[in-house]
């Protein structure tokens, strides 16, 4: 029997009512910046990924993981908001913009000091401007970075492939990057050079389920492998192509030996664990052009993110 008219009357109000139960994430507004306790940085281009070689699309990426992440039920109130950091699109302006970003991300962080920073790209080359903001206020970084690909290539044009190196060689302080998920056939053998400032550590897969006992001791393997400082800022980043083709297929580069998602969540896990106040987690390069129907590329990166809302 097919439904009656009278079977769909007053279910579209019913269901928009229950949008009071979701996470709302509103635009940053002055009055509510000193009281954010999650701030989403969305850095909304693509430009570094093409100058990368790389397949366009990821420009979509940060509006598409926070309208994921809309969707999930609010247990309690948040002071959530977000605010987009859009780039330019010529590519004579790549470099100009960068500088930009730098600018507004730093007034964006002066403007909310108690807020946990959660910064949505985009190509990973948007890692470049978020330390260098943080960088004017913490001299000692440390980034752990979950990458399938090192992203210290030694190109005189900048790009998606380079953020690392190019903040070693600015950095005003001591830089130490920990690279977790490497593939050696992801990878030039020059990326693997030494910076000019700084120190990197680097595990490939193999490496780090040696050293973790298949995953299963990460939280004790970061905590030998990172010392923690008063004047230490400890960044972690997510590349999207760290993780398995099985859940992750929306990137530029398919990784078909990537991580879990379950070790990355470990590791994020641990990383909310740690005592510094501020947490501060770039995720990059998540393609929604190449998600599937169920966007499952899209709801596994907002399930990393809602854990520790």
């Known amino acids: 029997m097919p439904p009656m008219k009278e079977d769909y009357d007053n279910i579209e109000e019913q269901l928009k009512s229950r949008s009071s139960d979701?996470?709302?994430?509103?635009?940053?507004d002055s009055q509510m910046a000193k009281s954010i306790e999650h701030l989403f940085l969305l850095s909304e281009s693509d430009l570094g990924?093409?100058?990368?070689?790389?397949?366009r699309g990821s420009n979509y990426g940060p509006r598409a993981i926070v309208q994921t992440l809309k969707k999930m039920a609010a247990h309690k109130e948040h002071k959530l908001a977000e605010e987009s950091i859009r780039g330019k699109l010529s590519d004579e302006s790549f470099n100009e913009q960068q500088i930009c970003?730098?600018?507004?991300?730093g007034k964006?962080?002066?403007?909310?000091?108690?807020?946990n920073l959660w910064h949505i790209g985009g190509g990973h080359d948007h890692i470049y401007p978020l330390l260098s903001a943080l960088n004017k206020e913490h001299k000692n970084i440390t980034v752990i970075n979950i990458d399938a690909h090192l992203d210290t290539r030694q190109d005189s044009h900048f790009h998606s492939g380079t953020p690392f190196r190019q903040f070693a060689n600015e950095c005003k302080g001591e830089f130490k990057l920990l690279q977790l998920g490497i593939h050696?056939?992801?990878?030039?053998?020059?990326?693997?050079?030494?910076?000019?400032?700084?120190?990197?550590?680097?595990y490939t897969n193999a490496q780090l389920e040696k050293e973790t006992a298949?995953?299963?001791?990460?939280?004790?393997?970061?905590?030998?492998?990172?010392?923690?400082?008063k004047d230490e800022l400890i960044v972690l980043s997510l590349d999207c192509d760290a993780i398995d083709s099985m859940t992750m297929e929306a990137v530029s580069a398919v990784n078909h030996d990537g991580l879990s998602?379950?070790?990355?969540?470990?590791?994020?896990?641990?990383?909310?664990s740690l005592s510094q106040n501020k947490k501060v987690v770039g995720i990059y390069e998540y393609n929604p052009i190449f998600d599937s129907l169920s966007c499952k590329g899209a709801r596994s990166i907002a399930s990393l993110i809602e854990a520790f809302l």
């Open 22 to 28: 979701r996470l709302k994430i509103p635009t940053l």
């Open 214 to 229: 298949n995953f299963t001791s990460i939280p004790s393997f970061l905590d030998k492998e990172l010392f923690e400082s």
């Open 261 to 272: 998602l379950k070790s990355v969540k470990a590791i994020f896990s641990w990383y909310y």
């Open 184 to 202: 050696k056939f992801a990878n030039s053998t020059s990326t693997y050079d030494a910076l000019a400032k700084g120190e990197m550590k680097i």
């Open 108 to 115: 964006l962080i002066e403007n909310s000091p108690n807020a």
């Open 49 to 55: 990924v093409i100058r990368n070689g790389g397949r």
């Open 101 to 105: 970003d730098t600018n507004s991300i």
